[in-house]
C-alpha cells in the first residue's frame, strides 16, 4: 500500500491524508488532491494527424482585395522612391 502520491503542483511525495505538500504548500483548493490524473499538458491525442488538420485550415489561396493590392504597390513604390531619394 502506497502512503504518499506525487504533489501535482511540484513533484515532491505527499503523505495520504495531508492537509497540504510540505513543499510547495499547495493544499485541495489549489489543486492538492491525490489524484494527479486530470494534471499536465494538454497534448494532442497520437492519432491527430497534422497534415490533415493543416490541410483543413488553410484550405484555398488567400483572396486579396483590390485596396490591399493598391496599398502593396504604393508601398513597394514609396521605398523605392526613399531609396532613389537616399542614395542619389
Not at 506525487?6 to 488532491?33: F, M, N, R
Not at 492519432?47 to 493598391?70: C, L, M, N, Q, T
Amino acid at each position: 500500500m502506497h502512503d504518499y502520491f506525487i504533489c501535482p503542483v511540484c513533484g515532491e511525495d505527499v503523505k495520504v491524508g495531508a492537509l497540504s505538500c510540505p513543499a510547495c504548500g499547495a493544499c485541495e483548493k489549489t489543486g492538492l488532491k491525490g489524484d494527479d490524473s486530470g494534471y499536465g499538458l494538454d497534448l494532442p491525442d497520437d492519432e491527430f494527424d497534422y497534415d490533415s488538420f493543416v490541410k483543413k485550415e488553410f484550405e484555398g489561396k488567400a483572396v486579396r482585395s483590390k485596396k490591399e493590392r493598391i496599398a502593396a504597390i504604393v508601398a513597394v513604390l514609396l521605398i523605392v522612391a526613399l531609396l532613389l531619394y537616399f542614395v542619389l
